[in-house]
DNA sequence: GGCCAGGTCCAAT
DNA sequence: ATTGGACATGGC
């Protein structure tokens, strides 16, 4: 019932945490988490990990144990600009999530924010997926494409113009959309995904990034699009282009790594205002 | 009260 | 090819 994972070097908050999946939620001393049908509890424990709820080759592989970590750390610590968010929050990896869940998530992430997102996929569960128990823990898988069908429901949840998207996504993966892409390469996968209304270069990142395991996307949203602009480009406004060209080139394989580094860093690092305005000389 | 939030779409340059 | 506004809603 209770499995245990060897993880070394694997950090949970900065994996569930950093802004890549919503479905979480945090007890004393770890995690339940929503995937799928299944929730499953994980807590650290020395080394390794204790879930329960769920069967091993799930785990490793929604969790991206098997990713050469160590190799990829290595990687972006060389890289100087990068180096202080990989030491701080090393241990992240990226996960590899159901795809359909990850769509339906950050189509309901568009313009909006953490909190909101996740209360938004909370209410779109309790009202459309089915329950799910973990011990004494009662909750709601996320709904299958085939139980989201009511727009008018979605607007009810609050969920405004993505209601829309939400059901049109719905529908085109009934027609079998999400698993045509599992096939394609990254820039074919990109394509096909952007026929879904709602879904531009953006959220097509995301998802062929926390779902499809293309490591070479780099989801360029509001934070990220600052931090870079910041770190590499003067401050200076250029086109998301031109970013994700500098990225591809400066990361290759692992720009999404880097990527989910930047993100987590530029959120949870103090504002830049602040430090400004408390050291104008700029000691720090 | 206006601006911004893990954007996208459409129309007008 | 690039740019401005609309789109729903909530928080500050």
Known sequence: MTLLLRAPGFNLRHTLECGQFFRWTRIPDGYYVHAGDRLFSVRRQGDSLRVEGAKEPFVRRFLGLDHDAA?????LLRDRRLREAVEI??????LRQDPWECT?????????????????????????GRPVELGPW???????????????????????????????????????????????????????????????????DCVLL???????????????????????????RVPDRVIRIFASERWGDYAGYAQEYLYIWARERRPVIYREALDPAGAF
């Open 138 to 204: 009662r909750s709601h898988a996320f709904p299958r494409p085939e139980e989201l069908t009511d727009e008018e429901g979605l607007r009810r949840l609050r969920l405004g113009f993505r209601a829309r998207y939400l059901v049109e996504a719905a529908r085109l993966a009934r027609a079998g959309l999400l698993y045509e892409i599992a096939s394609l390469p990254y820039a074919e996968a990109k394509e096909a995904l952007m026929v879904v209304p709602g879904i531009a270069e953006k959220v097509a």
């Open 71 to 75: 190799r990829i750390e290595e990687a």
């Open 104 to 128: 339906a998530a950050f189509l309901t992430s568009i313009a909006s924010n953490i909190p909101r997102i996740a209360a938004n996929i909370t209410d779109i569960a309790r009202t459309y």
């Open 210 to 236: 926390f779902a499809y395991g293309h490591f070479n996307a780099f989801p360029i949203d509001t934070w990220i699009r600052r931090v870079m602009t910041e770190m590499f480009f003067r401050g200076r």
């Open 89 to 94: 929050y090393r241990g992240l990896r990226i």
